[in-house]
Antibody, heavy 118, light 112 residues
Framework: EVQLAESGGGLVQPGGSLRLSCAASGFIFSDSWMTWVRQAPGKGLEWVANINEDGSDKYYLGSVKGRFTISRDNAKNSLYLQMNSVTTDDTAVYYCAKDALTANYPHWGQGTLVTVSS | DIVMTQSPLSLPVTPGEPASISCRSSQSLLHRNGNNYLDWYLQKPGQSPQLLIY???NRASGVPDRFSGSGSGTYFTLEISRVEAEDVGVYYC?????????FGQGTRLEIK
């Protein structure tokens, strides 16, 4: 059974940094693209970033490019999102998701809440 | 980026009645391979999103057959043949053709 478990969320001040993690199990992690999606409180879903199987290709939402970095450690079956220079607009629940070959997301984690506030 | 527009944004439905949600994209989602890269997700209250339909019309594993997807190019529809109480939540369409992938605003289905 595919399982994804995010961690690392919390309260951070504007301009600060935070690193999110996603522990994966139940599938061959190194064979799968992985994605981060976020959801601001009471709002809709927003795709943030994705990364290919070996970490050599990365893509970002325009508003986070240059501030966020997606990475992975296939030896640890883990996905990461380094968030720098955060603003209040980055307040959201962050989900990690496993990409299917058909480019959609059949598996999601439970999410971790990031709150940016002074 | 592709803009996804859903309607309606709120959908009150009587149990046992059908329901329909539409989704329009600002660009065609039809790939030269013949697939439409349009997916539907349901986010039930307090839960993570779950995949319902992928590539426009394919039900994901475990999804009841009362859910169906149709459409091509820039116009797509999600239909529920007979709404049940457990179908309450927010439905999102998502284009999976380009990066960044974009979602519709969401349609909140509630039981009358």
């Amino acid at each position: 059974e595919v399982q994804l478990a995010e961690s690392g969320g919390g309260l951070v001040q504007p301009g600060g940094s935070l690193r999110l993690s996603c522990a994966a199990s139940g599938f061959i992690f190194s064979d799968s693209w992985m994605t981060w999606v976020r959801q601001a409180p009471g709002k809709g879903l927003e795709w943030v970033a994705n990364i290919n199987e070996d970490g050599s290709d990365k893509y970002y939402l325009g508003s986070v490019k240059g501030r966020f970095t997606i990475s992975r450690d296939n030896a640890k079956n883990s996905l990461y999102l380094q968030m720098n220079s955060v603003t209040t607009d980055d307040t959201a629940v962050y989900y990690c998701a496993k990409d299917a070959l058909t480019a959609n997301y059949p598996h999601w984690g439970q999410g971790t809440l990031v709150t940016v506030s002074s | 980026d592709i803009v996804m527009t859903q309607s309606p944004l709120s959908l009150p439905v009587t149990p046992g009645e059908p329901a329909s949600i539409s989704c329009r994209s600002s660009q065609s989602l039809l790939h030269r391979n013949g697939n439409n890269y349009l997916d539907w997700y349901l986010q039930k209250p307090g839960q993570s999103p779950q995949l319902l339909i992928y590539l426009g019309s394919n039900r994901a594993s475990g999804v009841p057959d009362r859910f169906s997807g149709s459409g091509s190019g820039t116009y797509f529809t999600l239909e529920i043949s007979r709404v049940e109480a457990e179908d309450v939540g927010v439905y999102y369409c998502m284009e999976s053709l380009q990066t960044p992938k974009t979602f519709g605003q969401g349609t909140r289905l509630e039981i009358k």
